[in-house]
């Protein structure tokens, strides 16, 4: 496996695999770890530069995940070797945005686009800081090279409701910033998905927008909804209160023919 490194000054590069028990009954990789290699890519590189979580702690500022927007090219499976990719792109109102790039490593083909957009946070405030706050040098990626920015303006789900959950946030799904982990919500749209469906067409575009931090405890009221004029689905979950936690929307592949 080859030693990660920085193939420019803003795009950091690192190999990974996809272990089998990290893929659904089909061999292919599930939502929620191709969401942490996302979010392992985001931490690598900050590490990289000398920037990890705990010196970021400490002058009192952290990156909270808010919104991911995944397209799905050809689906990694578990015999798939892949060349993670990540480039800060440049910051947009109180945002910082990130692209990740998944390639299989011995051919370059590409497999995964994905956005992410993230607030800087005081944590122990939990106020949004503005990119200002960020006092350290983070190159970014020249706009004209950059993907696309898929997660853009707010979702809004439609159609009937087809199924409904309760989800209780438990201590296996809390994170270093004491609430539930990013990737968790990854499983909790995609149990909620026809299973049927799910299975046969797998998942080509994935979008969620991360609303108000779920810590332990919390309960989570989840429903679905699909709109036959989109060929999409929504998976919402609603705090106590009425407060949203979260929406997601997916598209679920072609069928094989």
Not at 75 to 97: I, M, N, W, Y
Not at 149 to 161: I, K, N, Y
């Amino acid at each position: 496996m080859n030693a990660p490194y920085l193939k420019n000054p803003y795009t950091y590069v690192f190999s990974t695999d996809v272990p089998y028990y990290q893929c659904d009954l089909e061999g292919r990789i599930k939502l929620s770890y191709l969401l942490k290699i996302v979010e392992r890519a985001a931490g690598e590189h900050l590490d990289f530069l000398g920037l990890p979580y705990e010196r970021l702690y400490q002058e009192g500022i952290v990156f909270l995940l808010s919104r991911v927007a995944v397209r799905i090219l050809d689906c990694p499976t578990g015999r798939d070797h892949l060349r993670v990719e990540t480039a800060p792109q440049s910051p947009k109102g109180a945002q910082f945005h990130r692209q990740i790039i998944l390639c299989r490593e011995a051919t370059g083909d590409r497999l995964a686009e994905i956005h992410t957009a993230w607030f800087l946070v005081d944590p122990h405030t939990r106020k949004v800081l503005r990119p200002g706050s960020f006092k350290h040098e983070l190159a970014t990626i020249p706009d004209e090279l950059a993907l696309p920015r898929l997660a853009a303006g707010r979702l809004h789900p439609a159609g009937e409701v087809l199924a409904s959950d309760r989800f209780t946030v438990r201590y296996s799904h809390l994170d270093v910033n004491r609430h539930l982990n990013n990737t968790v919500y990854a499983d909790l749209v995609t149990d909620l998905l026809p299973f049927d469906e799910l299975v046969r067409r797998g998942i080509a575009e994935f979008d969620i927008a991360y609303r108000h931090e779920s810590r332990h405890g919390e309960v989570l009221d989840l429903s679905l909804r699909y709109d036959p004029a989109q060929d999409r689905y929504f998976v919402t979950g609603t705090r106590a209160g009425e407060e949203p936690g979260f929406e997601a929307a997916v598209c679920l592949g072609p069928l094989a023919e």
